[in-house]
Structures are given as C-alpha cells and as structure tokens.
C-alpha cells in the first residue's frame, strides 16, 4: 500500500512542478525524475515499490486502449494528413538516427583515449 502512495505522491507533486513551469515538461515526466532523485537519495525504499510496479508493468497493455480508441475516432484526421505524418516519422527518425551515431563515435573515441 506504501508503494501506491509513493507513486501517485511523486506523480502529484510533478504535476505540480508542471504547472509552476507552466507545463513546459510532462508532470508524469517529472514525477519520474522526482521519484529516481529520492530513489538514489534512499529517501524511498525500492522495495515499497515492487508489487505495485509490477502489477502496473503486468497490465500495461490496458493503459494503450484508450489510445488505439483515440486513434480509431480520429482516423479521418489522420488519413487527412497521412502523408506529412509519415515525412515527419521518417525524418525523425533518420535524425535519431544520425545523432546517436555521432555522440556514439564522439563517446567511442574518448573512452579509447
């Protein structure tokens, strides 16, 4: 029961944080980072989180419905633009792509150095 509790505290108080920052990151997001700091800072016990963590991980595909709902009412809008949607994930992609491989190289050289 202490898990639930330290996950929707640390979820609240990155909404919170969010909404001082006027939502210029998720407040999910920053529920996470707030959650790792006190994490690696002991102030929570990785094991008061298990069995919740688990159990979300468990049933995680009942977390993507509504998505796939909201994808479905809105597949007019989608097919509307279905071209500029898929420019934009292949040139998305392409720039991940291109990132990781020269920080990896940059990475690569100053570990051999």
Do not use: C, E, W
């Not at 029961?1 to 920052?21: C, P, R, T």
């Not at 993507?64 to 500029?84: K, Q, T």
Request: aromatic letters at 8%; hydrophobic letters at 60%; zero cysteines.
């Amino acid at each position: 029961m202490l898990g639930i509790f330290y996950l929707l505290l640390f979820y609240l108080l990155g909404n919170l944080l969010s909404a001082l920052m006027n939502g210029f990151v998720p407040g999910s997001v920053l529920g996470m980072l707030l959650l790792f700091a006190a994490l690696l800072a002991g102030v929570v016990n990785p094991a008061h989180l298990r069995k919740p963590a688990r159990f979300l991980l468990d049933n995680m595909m009942l977390f993507f419905v509504p998505v796939a709902v909201g994808l479905m009412a809105a597949y007019d809008l989608i097919r509307g633009h279905l071209g500029a949607i898929i420019v934009s994930l292949l040139l998305s992609t392409l720039v991940v792509l291109v990132v990781v491989g020269i920080m990896q190289q940059k990475l690569g050289r100053r570990r051999h150095d």
